[in-house]
T-cell receptor, first 112, second 116 residues
Framework: SQTIHQWPATLVQPVGSPLSLECTVEGTSNPNLYWYRQAAGRGLQLLFYSVGIGQISSEVPQNLSASRPQDRQFILSSKKLLLSDSGFYLC???????????FGPGTRLTVL | AQSVTQLDSHVSVSEGTPVLLRCNYSSSYSPSLFWYVQHPNKGLQLLLKYTSAATLVKGINGFEAEFKKSETSFHLTKPSAHMSDAAEYFCVVSDPYSGGYQKVTFGTGTKLQVIP
C-alpha cells in the first residue's frame, strides 16, 4: 500500500531563517506531487506541483521554492522566512492521470 | 474556470441527528467532485468521490453525497451524527486530466460541531 510522510511535524522558526520541509511517498512510482498551504481560517492554497523529477510548477509567486530531487521526494524551501509563511503545510500525491489526491499528515510552521 | 462554494463555514448538530454540509460547484467540464475530512492538526482524508458514475455516492463512516447537475450541487449528508464526526470538511472540484496534472479547487471548508 502507498504511504506519504512529512517531516518535521511541527517547526518554529524566526523571521529571516531558512526553511526545508520534506515529503516522501512510498509504494508507488511516478506520482504527481503537490505542496499546499493552509492558513488559519482559510482553505487550501496550492503552492507547487510536480509531474516528474526536476519538473516543478508554481501556482503562487512568493518567497518559497520547491524541488524534486528523486521520484518520490518533494522538498519545500525558503531562503528567508516571513511572518506570513506561518501555516499548515500539506504534501499530497496522485497517480498520473488520477482524479484523487492523497494527503500527508502535514507540518505546522510557526514563524516568529 | 472551476470553483466551489461551501455555503456554511460552521454547522452545529446534536449527536444522533442528521448532518447536511452544502457544496455548490462551477465547472466548464464534467467535473470530478470529492469530499475530504480534516481533524485538527491532521492531514486530509478522502471521504468519497464522484467521477461520472452513480450520482449517489457512498463514502466512509456512513457519509454519502448526491451529485445534482441541474443544481450544480454536491451536498454531503449523514443520517446520524457521531461525536467523532466533529472536524472540518472540504468540498473539492477537479478538472479533467490535462497534461499530466490534476487541477483541483478546494472550498473554504465547513467546520462541523457535534453537541453531546
Amino acid at each position: 500500500s502507498q504511504t506519504i510522510h512529512q517531516w518535521p511535524a511541527t517547526l518554529v522558526q524566526p523571521v529571516g531563517s531558512p526553511l526545508s520541509l520534506e515529503c516522501t511517498v512510498e509504494g508507488t512510482s511516478n506520482p504527481n506531487l503537490y505542496w499546499y498551504r493552509q492558513a488559519a481560517g482559510r482553505g487550501l492554497q496550492l503552492l507547487f506541483y510536480s509531474v516528474g523529477i526536476g519538473q516543478i510548477s508554481s501556482e503562487v509567486p512568493q518567497n518559497l521554492s520547491a524541488s524534486r530531487p528523486q521520484d518520490r521526494q518533494f522538498i519545500l524551501s525558503s531562503k528567508k522566512l516571513l511572518l506570513s509563511d506561518s501555516g499548515f503545510y500539506l504534501c499530497a500525491w496522485s497517480v498520473l492521470g488520477g482524479y484523487e489526491q492523497f494527503f500527508g499528515p502535514g507540518t505546522r510552521l510557526t514563524v516568529l | 474556470a472551476q470553483s466551489v462554494t461551501q455555503l456554511d463555514s460552521h454547522v452545529s448538530v446534536s449527536e444522533g441527528t442528521p448532518v447536511l454540509l452544502r457544496c455548490n460547484y462551477s465547472s466548464s467540464y464534467s467535473p470530478s467532485l470529492f469530499w475530504y475530512v480534516q481533524h485538527p492538526n491532521k492531514g486530509l482524508q478522502l471521504l468519497l468521490k464522484y467521477t461520472s458514475a452513480a450520482t449517489l455516492v457512498k463514502g466512509i463512516n456512513g457519509f454519502e453525497a448526491e451529485f445534482k447537475k441541474s443544481e450544480t450541487s454536491f451536498h454531503l449528508t449523514k443520517p446520524s451524527a457521531h461525536m467523532s464526526d466533529a472536524a472540518e470538511y472540504f468540498c473539492v472540484v477537479s478538472d479533467p486530466y490535462s497534461g499530466g496534472y490534476q487541477k483541483v479547487t478546494f472550498g473554504t471548508g465547513t467546520k462541523l460541531q457535534v453537541i453531546p
